[in-house]
Structure formats: C-alpha cells, structure tokens
C-alpha cells in the first residue's frame, strides 16, 4: 500500500541552525509533494510544491529537494528562528487520483532561542 | 479576505445525536475536501468533491456523509456520532485544476472543528 513516513520524533535545534526534516515515500509515484506547515490548534497552512521533474525548490529561507530514486524529500529551513517552531506536513496526490492529498504524520520543530 | 470557514469550532455532543459541521469558501474553488486528524494518525482524509454534485470517499468515510450543492458549501454530516468520531476535523479546499498539477496545488485549510462524542 502506499504510505508516507515523517520522523515522528521532534527535532530540537538551536536558533540560527539549519533544520533537516525527512518525507519518504513507498509506492508512489507522485506528480508532486507539498510541504505545510501547522501550529498548534490550526489548520494547516501551505509552504511549497515541489514536481517530480524538480531536484530543488527555495522560498526565501526554506528549500525543499526531491529525489525520486531514494523516494524521498528533504525540507530545510536555514537561519532557523523560534518561530520556525511547528509541526510541518509533507503531501502527496494518490496515484492515479489526484482528487485524494495524503499527508504524513508530521515532524514537530522546537527551535531554542 | 480569502478564507475557509468552519462551524461549529467547538462541540461536544452524545452518542447518536446527528450533527452538521458546515464549511464555505469564498475563493471559487472547485474542489473541496474534509479531513480528521487524531494523534500518531495525521490527517486522513474522509470525503471529498471535485465539484458540485460530485463528490466521492476518501480514506475513512464510515459513519459520515457530505453534500456539495452549492460551489462554496461542502458539510460534513455525522447522522449518528459514536465516540470514535471524536477528533479535530478541518475543510479545505482549493482550484481543481491546481491539485492536477497546473499550479502549487495549494490547500486551502478552516481553522479546524473540535468534535467530542460522549
């Protein structure tokens, strides 16, 4: 079956320090991958996309690479700050049905000033 | 302002009493969608419509139904709330041809409703 895998363990990380936050995937093939990102009690807000065609994408401080080989999308957030601390979704259309976005688990980051 | 509203926010109610949770658009979109999410469980994703009048299962649609008769509504119906329904449930929505892959594809999340079912 098709499953997406966050580190569901928190990273921790000091202010100014670059965060790394891992999305695997098994049984996909998708089209694209999103990252959004979640505050506490919120809905879940959108960060980027990323195409499959598309080794790396940047918005300002987050980058965000794909790799279809190792099925995997890597989210970086650099000059990290405390506010940077949330918990962070990767996503993907379903195979096939671009109708169904599944989600990861999430990574939650806890930035220390 | 472009937004995804949700009511109630808050609501604890008891087993087999039927409840609405409504969700509006103002942006237009044609797809809509709503999701629960519990802990160690993510979002999963219950029901969803491409458009109106079209509208088809997610991943864990039992025990709910929706509509879409209206572009800008799409409510979750609960017709008999069990305590296994009680969970953070948002609405998104977003431009179907951006989910397709012409766009960012984007999800446009409400604020979230917290159910709980006594």
């Known amino acids: 079956s098709q499953k997406i895998e966050q580190n569901s363990e928190a990273l921790n990380i000091q202010e100014g320090k670059t965060a790394t936050l891992t999305c695997n995937y098994t049984?996909?093939?998708?089209?694209?991958l999103q990252w959004y990102r979640q505050d506490p009690g919120r809905g879940p807000v959108f960060l980027l996309l990323?195409?499959?065609?598309?080794k790396e994408k940047r918005k300002e401080r987050l980058k965000v690479t794909f790799d279809t080989t190792l099925k995997q999308s890597l989210f970086h957030i650099t000059a990290s700050q405390p506010a940077d601390s949330a918990t962070y979704l990767c996503?993907?259309?379903?195979?096939?049905?671009?109708?169904?976005?599944?989600f990861g688990q999430g990574t939650t980051l806890q930035v220390k000033p | 302002e472009a937004q995804v509203t949700q009511n109630p926010r808050y609501l604890i109610t008891v087993t087999g009493k039927k409840l609405t949770v409504t969700c509006s658009q103002n942006?237009?979109?044609?797809?809509m969608s709503w999701y629960r999410q519990d802990p160690g469980l993510g979002l999963r994703q219950i029901y969803y419509?491409?458009?109106?009048?079209?509208?088809d299962k997610g991943d864990v649609p039992e025990g709910y139904k929706v509509s879409r008769k209206e572009k800008r509504n799409f409510p979750l119906i609960l017709e008999s709330p069990s305590p296994n329904q009680t969970s953070l449930y948002f609405c998104?929505?977003?431009?179907?041809?951006?989910?397709?892959?012409?766009?960012?594809?984007?999800?446009?999340f409400g604020e979230g409703s917290r159910l709980t079912v006594l």
């Open positions: 998104a929505s977003s431009f179907y041809g951006e989910l397709a892959g012409a766009g960012t594809g984007e999800l446009f």
């Open positions: 049984n996909y093939s998708p089209a694209y």
């Open positions: 990323i195409r499959e065609n598309e």
């Open positions: 996503a993907l259309p379903r195979r096939g049905n671009t109708g169904k976005l599944i």
């Open positions: 942006m237009n979109h044609e797809y």
């Open positions: 419509s491409m458009n109106v009048e079209v509208t």
